[in-house]
């Protein structure tokens, strides 16, 4: 398929794709089985095409704000998760307040507050609805929410005070690799949840995590997963094994490498958003994702933050390289740029 294309006929793919081709699972499992970095060059140059047709040199700043690392679940993959002893917090809500105060006019052009399955919030869940006010009060920025699986009624409330993105990421459509990653949680449960909110008008973000025992076969399954819920935003993670968890010592050597898959979603999803994490290889990963396809630039800490990140590739280095002053560096470097307010907005369909 792509190994044998001449930059000419890598150009006309890209057209196909812009105008509408879509790739079928044979396709899928020929771009899922690239080997060689040549081969891989080539695809990245079909995902840049595809992404500046739409999005041109412009991207999209993400600031993550992890305000309660506390959770009721035991997910394998998961720093976080409840069974392990670590040290955790809670952002109280003046200090969440004062972020905000700092990170006016910093160039964010969404917020994304994210918490574990906190039992503080999931007892009480207008706690989490009355977060979402003061963050919208103080900055009147679009607003993400990644609560975890939070009921209906707390999810309307939320979007009543200004959550515009509901992110909730499968991590797998294959049932039998779910079981082993979202131990004893419901995958219905966590698709019923990102369905009805983007039924009430949430614009929604899927993902997948790659490196955790997925396949080929079980990433086509994720991919046509996702492909069939119209999301806004889609994402895929590498797994990064935690301390203290089931799945420390994990180990593959998997050829479904994170670039790969953000090319193909480039090619699934032309006009979505598709980040660039820098929780797992920080500004100088981020290049990288971006020349693979990717638009939006996601886990951007408040300066001089010593908030988690979820992966946090840098947990316990004295220098994070997460603010968004180096990532406008980094961009300007690249002849990229943040894109306006206004072209956000667009996308959010407001
Ligand atoms: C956004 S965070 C927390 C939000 C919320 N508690 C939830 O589970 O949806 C959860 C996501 O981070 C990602 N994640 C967690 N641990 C990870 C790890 N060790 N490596 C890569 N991605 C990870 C997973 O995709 C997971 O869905
Ligand atoms: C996984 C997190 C996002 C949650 N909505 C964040 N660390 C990121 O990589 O974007
Ligand atoms: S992924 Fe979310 S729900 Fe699972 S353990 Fe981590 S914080 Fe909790």
């Not at 003061?134 to 309307?156: A, C, F, H, Q, R």
């Not at 449960?189 to 039924?199: D, I, L, P, V």
């Not at 301390?243 to 490498?257: A, Q, R, V």
């Not at 908030?307 to 997460?322: F, K, M, S």
């Amino acid at each position: 398929m792509i190994q044998k294309m001449a930059t000419e006929e890598l150009d006309r793919f890209g057209e196909k794709i812009i105008e509408g081709f879509q790739l079928s699972d044979d396709d899928l499992r020929a771009l899922l089985s690239l080997e060689s970095e040549e081969e891989l060059e080539k695809l990245y140059y079909v995902a840049r095409k595809v992404r500046n047709y739409y999005f041109g040199n412009r991207v999209f700043l993400n600031c993550f704000i992890y305000f309660s690392t506390y959770c009721k679940n035991q997910c394998s993959f998961c720093y976080y998760n409840c069974k392990n002893e670590i040290n955790r917090y809670r952002l109280t809500r003046e200090e969440i307040k004062d972020m905000c105060k700092a990170l006016k006019g910093a160039g964010f052009h969404m917020i994304d507050l994210t918490m574990g399955e906190d039992p503080y919030y999931y007892d009480e869940p207008d706690r989490f609805v009355e977060l979402v006010q003061i963050v919208k009060d103080e900055l009147g920025l679009p607003i993400m929410i990644s609560p975890g699986v939070m009921d209906n009624t707390t999810l309307l409330k939320a979007r009543e005070k200004g959550a515009n993105f509901f992110a909730l990421y499968q991590e797998t459509y294959d049932h039998e690799l779910f079981k082993k990653l979202r131990v004893g949680q419901s995958f219905e449960g966590r698709f019923n949840a990102r369905r009805f909110a983007k039924e009430q008008g949430y614009c929604v973000e899927d993902g997948i995590l790659t490196g955790v025992g997925n396949d080929v076969e079980s990433t086509i399954k994720s991919l046509r997963g996702m492909k069939a819920n119209g999301p806004d935003m889609v994402r895929v993670m590498t797994f990064l094994p935690q301390e203290g968890t089931p799945l420390e010592d994990f180990k593959e050597n998997s050829n479904l490498s994170e670039l790969k898959i953000i090319a193909i979603l480039r090619l699934m999803f032309p006009k979505c958003l598709v980040p660039a994490s820098l929780d797992l290889e920080g500004i100088d990963g981020m290049v990288y994702r971006l020349n693979a396809g990717a638009n939006i630039v996601t886990s951007i800490l408040p300066p001089d933050s010593r908030l988690e990140g979820v992966a946090n590739y840098d947990r316990g280095l004295e220098e994070r390289d997460r603010d968004i002053k180096s990532v406008i560096k980094r961009l300007e470097s690249m002849g990229m740029e943040p894109a306006p307010q206004a072209d956000f907005e667009k996308v959010l369909g407001l």
